[in-house]
């Protein structure tokens, strides 16, 4: 036994999230320096990659679309990852999906959304260029970029990384930002740290549970943050149509070393069938995923870390 | 009578100091245990399975689609 749980809620990037360290006592002050260290950090990454800030640099960059705008370097780390992502997923998660995104309703904070119906987007192209030189990045013209798909999970790990770098002897750290987790590090009890994947026909009730003693878990789906007549349409964009994705479960989660690389490879898979999803894992052997479907059994593909002992 | 008010108001004042203690370190949300569930697992070879997986454990976290924020 280590020491105890502390852990801090608060609300970022338009959903509920929490921090928490592994302390010796609960009045340990490496502890607050780390929690207070990890809501800045979030802070900055939601004034650096939010698209519903007009000040922050990522609405910059979009509204000098084709000229080179100096950035945060959050805002260029971010979009390297997500370029990365993009190659990774053969396009299936593309960050320059915001002109389709916006045209089907998704263009306000989600708690300011009303039930208006899709816009027709006419010669919407993924795959938009986006470059990137030391501190300066351009998008190309008539494009714009969303990070919705990368930007939590990007922002957990630069706060686990913030966490410890305020607190040198910090012994474990997590973060969750609306559910996607990044941890790292040791528990109050010494075992893994235990994530349970929320059920989407049941949120009050775990699918499973999973130990993992570093790295992100992410979950992507259309079960949540549904819009436009009738709460019919989703977030999920298929980059191939532009359009609300109709392939795809109700869910995916997926754990990764890296906890941006799961929330962009989860964005990725939400728009893909079984078997291509059981085809993306093969190729990245370490990665695991839980597949729900609309219909039927979830199904758990690649190196997914089920709590030891559970599976019988 | 002065002595009397002063302990009123130190166990008053320290209720304040326990009770800000405990909302600061008040758990985050209820934390959805794992109640038996059945997966397909499926292994390298192709071959699948079915799990009944669950755990007692309580989880540090859960994920989840990112919901919106409650008002």
């Known amino acids: 036994m280590i020491g ?5 809620p608060f609300r970022a990037m338009g959903t509920s999230c929490a921090v928490a360290v592994t302390a010796r006592s609960a009045s340990d002050p490496g502890a607050e320096r780390a929690l207070a260290a990890a809501r800045d950090e979030v802070e900055a990454c939601e004034q650096a990659l939010s698209r519903f800030r007009p000040d922050s640099d990522l609405s910059r960059l979009n509204e000098a679309a084709g000229d080179w705008v100096r950035v945060d370097s959050r ?3 971010a979009l390297a990852a997500a370029l990365r992502a993009r190659e990774d997923t053969d396009g299936r998660f593309d960050p320059t999906i915001l002109p389709a995104l916006v045209a089907a309703g998704y263009d306000r904070t989600f708690d300011e959304l009303d039930e208006r ?8 192209r993924a795959g938009a260029f986006v470059e990137l030189d030391g501190s300066y990045a351009r998008v190309e013209s008539g494009a714009a970029v969303d990070l919705g798909g990368i930007g939590k999970g990007f922002s957990a790990s ?8 305020a607190w040198g002897g910090l012994p474990g750290a997590l973060v969750d930002l609306g559910g996607d987790v990044a941890l790292a590090g ?10 349970a994947i929320a059920d989407p026909r049941d949120p009050e009730s775990a699918l499973a549970t999973l130990a993992l003693d570093a790295g992100g878990v992410a979950t992507s789906g259309r079960d949540r943050r549904r819009f436009g007549p009738g709460r019919s349409l989703h977030h999920l964009i298929d980059p191939a149509t532009g359009e609300p994705a109709v392939a795809g479960p109700l869910t995916v989660t997926v754990v990764a070393p890296d906890p941006a690389d799961a929330e962009a490879h989860a964005t990725a898979l939400a728009v893909s069938p079984l078997h291509e999803v059981d085809t993306h894992l093969g190729r990245f ?15 758990a ?8 002992g559970a599976a019988r | 009578m002065r002595r009397v008010w002063a302990t009123v108001v130190g166990v008053w004042a320290l209720l304040a100091v326990v009770a800000a203690i405990a909302w600061s370190n008040r758990p985050v949300s209820p934390l959805p245990r794992a ?3 059945v997966l397909v697992v499926k292994g390298k070879n192709g071959k699948q399975q079915l799990v009944v997986v669950g755990s007692q454990a309580p989880a540090h976290a859960t994920t989840q689609t990112s919901p919106a924020p409650p008002a």
Do not use: K, N, S
């Open chain 1, 4 to 8: 105890r749980l502390i852990q801090r």
């Open chain 1, 75 to 77: 805002l260029v780390d």
């Open chain 1, 117 to 124: 119906p899709p816009r027709p987007i006419d010669g919407f």
């Open chain 1, 158 to 165: 630069r706060a686990l990384f913030a966490m410890h770098w």
């Open chain 1, 186 to 195: 040791e528990t109050p009890d010494g075992g893994p740290w235990r994530v």
């Open chain 1, 285 to 299: 052997p370490h990665l695991g995923a839980l597949y729900v479907p609309e219909d039927g059994e979830p199904v």
């Open chain 1, 301 to 308: 593909l690649g190196e997914l870390p089920l709590l030891a």
């Open chain 2, 35 to 37: 109640t038996p569930t």
